[in-house]
């Protein structure tokens, strides 16, 4: 099924998906199901990580639906204990083994960890990424101190930051510091776990418009220029999700909802 998807460029001037299916808590053959329902409707964004013990369950996914590898845009992460430069390389080649690819698009410093230096762990990211075994190397849950030491450290790009954001949980030092550093926002947990949907503001903005208020809450993302990873695990979420790219919210209502 091909769908219209918006994409972000970049530094490496690789092409990644504004929309993706976020995959934490997807455990055995609900994420097998999840991933494989996604792909299917046109999804190409897979975001994972070590720590979320499912990277075999994604990987038979990708072999069932038999995606067109190119066309997938694959995000992992290396979880802070084996941040060191061994333990990077261990857990990507555990990654690519279980996801049943060659390759990741995205590899991810997971959390900080002041116990290990950030030049060690990115030496590691750069010898993946001389192996074309990563193809962008990012970081989540960095502050504006961590990302400009990580800027002077690392001999690779930092392309990504993928940070905890949503309409009640705004970091905008963070993301002004990336819009000006050419570093892409990934939003995590983009609807609150739930909790913003009942918020009046976004309640009333999508009656207006006919759309939910999930809808309302990732265009506000989208329309930041962020990238948006929300986990669903049924066709009708996955479709709602979808819908966040025809239409857009007015200057008065994105200035309601960066209110909240």
């Known amino acids: ?10 530094k490496s001037s690789s092409e990644m998906p504004i929309l993706g299916l976020g995959t934490w808590d997807l455990l055995g053959q609900a994420c097998v199901q999840a991933v494989k329902m996604a792909l299917n409707l046109g999804y190409t964004h897979i975001d994972t990580a070590w720590m979320y013990e499912n990277q075999g369950a994604i990987g038979d996914a990708l072999k069932e639906v038999g995606a067109d590898r190119e066309r997938l845009f694959i995000t992992s992460k290396v979880w802070n204990t084996h941040l060191h430069f061994d333990g990077v390389l261990e857990q990507c080649e555990e990654s690519l083994r279980d996801l049943q690819t060659s390759y990741l698009d995205l590899f991810l410093i997971h959390w900080p960890n002041e116990a290990v230096p950030l030049d060690e762990t990115f030496r590691a990211m750069k010898q993946l990424s001389d192996e ?9 849950n960095f502050s504006v101190n961590l990302l400009e030491e990580s800027q002077s450290v690392s001999e690779v790009p930092i392309t990504v930051n993928q940070i905890k954001y949503h309409p ?8 002004k510091w990336c819009n000006e550093h050419r570093v892409a926002v990934t939003a995590y947990t983009p609807l609150g776990r739930g ?7 976004l309640v009333e903005i999508a009656e207006r418009l006919s759309k939910t208020p999930g809808q309302v809450a990732l265009r506000w993302l989208v329309q930041q220029g962020m990238v948006v990873i929300p ?6 979420h996955l479709k709602e999700n979808m819908d966040v790219f025809d239409w857009f919210l007015s200057e008065v209502d994105m200035e309601r909802v960066d209110k909240l």
């Open 1 to 10: 099924m091909e769908v219209w998807m918006e994409s972000v460029k970049l």
């Open 168 to 175: 009640g949980e705004q970091k905008r030092d963070v993301l």
């Open 231 to 236: 986990k669903a695990s049924s066709v009708g």
């Open 195 to 201: 909790e913003i949907l009942v918020e009046p503001t």
């Open 132 to 140: 074309g075994k990563v193809q962008n190397v990012g970081v989540s």
